[in-house]
């Protein structure tokens, strides 16, 4: 695609975010301050302002902080594996092979994510998302070479440089992303590809002290789509998404195009306003609450200082000097009388319900009221699943967004970089003739606490069957078992390794039924042998007490 284009689209995607720019300003100013200011430059350290003396609460940065914490924790937690690999083909999922398969390259790539930086990064990305709206993460492979693994790399971008373009399916179709790079950064990256005016700058003494922007932009490939599905270690030129730099100033390239399988940034948005790609958040519903509380706090500690120090009344005749009210300090007056204190007479009592009431409903707009843990010591089991169940019904809609925009992507491309290098198991025959596809589960606490409302109806409502079988047995021939059990099994996260195949369950059951019939068999035998040894017994028994032929002659 012409860089002069993709230029003029990045800068019409500047124009139009202006107004929403201001407001995310704001945000960032009182809920995530140091996460990036919109309208000022970063480029060192002497331009970050780490005071930020003009926030006077943190209500809502906490809240934010506990917000964001929460969903890591309960969708992809650092500590538990928070996904599940599986297909949707039926007859797939119930091949011994393929899912041991399938199983073994979830755990690969759950190990493969642990061991990069994806859980510092997400932390980020979270955190953007509950603040701002709309998050950025961004996955490569550490090596462009297959042959050369090094893992993966993620990057959670910050919005304020980052821009989007969405196809009709709402699906990430272009990303661009601005850099402010002095002409040495711009040396180091594309070398002998810089620009003349650039290393001619690069030569100042000033050098430093000049910046220009690049633009790093992914784009689809409109003549590549065919290779999408493709497995294929391809050449970057064929791959189905392009990428290049763009120095901004005159739209010209830097150093050669590349290109990427997977669309590699992940747009996570809270929610969307109809009409708009950019998403809003907690911090957009409550943000009026939020400025009203930080400047009633201020206007709080300007009374207290006024209690605390008051101003000095007097008359002008009773001042012979200035007014020096400091330490040490000497004033001369007439009558000592004439000299008071004013007191302000605020109602610090009106302030302090004003600031709780702002405080709470701050802090029911990020849910912090449902999301912490109660003050108790400990929370019971049920308290837990009561507290995951909550969570579910206040972020379903969030959760849905999520799974479509980010978890899903992040979790195919994941399967598909690890897949091309090599570093997952050998497909086996029964997935590619089936022509397997992925489906993906996530069992994060989360999730699994969706599903456990399932498993627990399961379990009642067999509880109430084998009760009610005593009185009409025929109920018996009612359940699945086997389909209950796979299926219980798989909502609680069970292996696939610990259940056995369809055929190793048929023939352990047709074990276990010979040598149940060899035993009614030996039993059976068992008792006709002892009712003939007791017949003959009590044969011998009659004859022995039966008279003999001479004994009655003799009679």
């Given amino acids: 695609m012409d860089s002069i284009i993709l230029k003029k689209r990045f800068d019409a995607l500047v124009s139009q975010r202006k107004i929403l720019d201001d407001t995310l300003q704001i945000i960032e100013r009182f809920v995530v301050p140091h996460r990036g200011e919109f309208f000022q430059p970063q480029n060192d350290e002497g331009e970050i302002d780490w005071r930020r003396r003009d926030i006077f609460d943190s209500t809502a940065i906490d809240a934010n902080e506990t917000l964001s914490s929460s969903l890591q924790g309960s969708l992809t937690s650092p500590s538990t594996k928070w996904f599940a690999l599986g297909f949707r083909q039926e007859e797939l999922n119930e091949d011994q092979i393929a899912m041991e398969w399938i199983e073994e390259c979830g755990n690969r790539m759950?190990?493969?994510?642990?061991?990069?930086?994806?859980?510092?990064?997400?932390a980020e990305f979270y955190l953007d998302l509950t603040s701002y709206g709309t998050s950025i993460l961004f996955e490569e492979a550490e090596s462009e070479d297959p042959k050369d693994w090094k893992g993966l790399d993620f990057q959670a971008a910050p919005m304020r440089d980052c821009y989007f373009e969405m196809d009709h399916k709402n699906q990430v179709l272009r990303f661009y992303r601005q850099y402010q790079w002095t002409p040495l950064q711009i040396i180091d990256k594309f070398g002998e590809h810089t620009p003349e005016h650039i290393r001619l700058k690069a030569e100042g003494n000033d050098?430093?002290?000049?910046?220009?922007t690049c633009i790093f932009i992914v784009y689809e490939r409109n003549d590549k789509k065919a290779n999408k599905e493709s497995n294929i270690v391809l050449s970057a030129t064929e791959r189905p998404y392009g990428w290049k730099w763009v120095?901004?100033?005159?739209?010209?390239?830097?150093?050669?195009e590349g290109g990427y399988y997977e669309m590699p940034a992940f747009i996570g948005r809270w929610r969307k306003t109809s009409g708009s790609q950019w998403g809003y958040s907690p911090?957009?519903?409550?943000?009026?609450?939020?400025?009203?509380?930080?400047?009633?706090?201020?206007?709080?500690?300007?009374?207290?200082?006024?209690?605390?120090?008051?101003?000095?009344?007097?008359?002008?005749?009773?001042?012979m000097t200035d007014l020096d009210i400091g330490r040490g300090g000497l004033t001369v007056v007439k009558d000592l009388d004439e000299i008071r204190a004013y007191e302000s007479g605020a109602r610090f009592d009106v302030g302090e319900v004003k600031i709780d009431r702002l405080q709470e409903s701050i802090n029911r707009a990020f849910r912090v009221d449902q999301l912490?843990?109660?003050?108790?010591?400990?929370?019971?089991?049920?308290?837990?699943?009561?507290?995951?169940?909550l969570m579910q019904r206040l972020l379903g809609p969030t959760l849905g967004r999520l799974q479509a925009d980010y978890l899903d992507p992040l979790i195919n491309r994941t399967f598909r970089i690890m897949l091309r290098a090599g570093q997952l198991p050998?497909?086996?025959?029964?997935?590619?003739?089936?022509?397997?596809?992925?489906?993906?589960?996530?069992?994060g606490p989360l999730p699994r606490a969706q599903r456990q409302e399932v498993v627990q109806a399961t379990h009642s409502w067999i509880g109430?069957?084998?009760?009610?079988m005593e009185v009409f047995p025929q109920l018996k021939d009612l359940p699945d078992i086997d389909m209950i059990g796979r299926d219980t099994a798989k909502m609680s996260g069970l292996p696939a390794k610990y259940l056995n195949s369809d055929e190793e369950v048929t023939k352990t059951r047709k074990q276990r039924a010979e040598m149940e019939q060899k035993m009614q068999e030996a039993a059976m035998a068992q008792e006709e042998g002892e009712a003939m040894?007791?017949?003959?017994?009590?044969?011998?028994?009659?004859?022995?007490?039966?008279?003999?032929?001479g004994d009655v002659n003799a009679g």
Avoid: W
Wanted: with cysteine.
């Fill in 110 to 122: 759950y190990q493969a994510l642990i061991d990069s930086n994806f859980n510092l990064e997400s």
């Fill in 207 to 212: 050098s430093n002290n000049t910046r220009f």
């Fill in 247 to 256: 120095l901004h100033e005159d739209g010209s390239q830097l150093g050669p």
């Fill in 283 to 319: 911090a957009h519903i409550c943000l009026s609450d939020i400025l009203t509380l930080n400047a009633l706090i201020e206007e709080t500690l300007e009374a207290l200082g006024k209690v605390v120090d008051p101003a000095t009344l007097t008359t002008a005749r009773n001042l």
């Fill in 372 to 389: 912490q843990m109660k003050e108790s010591p400990a929370m019971t089991a049920t308290e837990v699943n009561v507290r995951y169940e």
């Fill in 426 to 443: 050998d497909i086996p025959e029964s997935v590619k003739e089936a022509q397997g596809e992925l489906d993906v589960e996530y069992v």
């Fill in 464 to 468: 109430a069957i084998a009760g009610l």
């Fill in 533 to 549: 040894k007791s017949q003959g017994e009590g044969v011998v028994a009659l004859s022995q007490a039966m008279p003999t032929l």
